[in-house]
């Protein structure tokens, strides 16, 4: 059963950074059968997909945050960071460590920001942003 813990949220100026980590525990080989990510939910808001790191390395994210943040993870799969800079109050949110196991082989693609997707979610870190 994979595991999920998220830290590193709290607050920032806006144009500021913070870097999200999330520990990942409960993973079974190769690792590249599973696609990890970053979701955010503000309040009164869908859940969305923010960024995602396929079993290829691949590199996906929402328009609203290319540029500014950069998603991560460890060879041994063992954590998951997200690096957000130029932070903006529209960042303001909850933010969740995703994870999806395709048993075989996780192909990076935006199917993964569908909130239904994932089969595995942590707890999250809240993000807040002072302008």
């Known amino acids: 059963q994979v595991q999920l813990a998220e830290s590193g949220g709290g607050s920032a100026q806006a144009g500021g950074s913070l870097r999200l980590s999330c520990r990942v525990s409960g993973v079974t080989g190769p690792y590249s059968r599973y696609c990890l990510g970053w979701f955010r939910q503000a309040p009164g808001e869908e859940r969305e997909g923010v960024a995602m790191i396929g079993g290829d390395g691949r590199t996906l994210y929402t328009d609203s945050v290319k540029g500014r943040f950069s998603i991560s993870k460890t060879n041994a799969l063992d954590f998951l960071y997200l690096q957000m800079n130029s932070l903006r109050p529209d960042d303001i949110a909850m933010y969740y460590c995703?994870?999806?196991?395709?048993?075989?082989?996780?192909?990076?693609?935006?199917?993964?920001?569908?909130?239904?997707?994932?089969?595995?979610w942590g707890q999250g870190t809240q993000v807040t942003v002072s302008s």
């Open positions: 995703a994870a999806v196991d395709q048993r075989n082989y996780c192909s990076s693609g935006s199917w993964f920001f569908s909130p239904d997707r994932p089969d595995y």
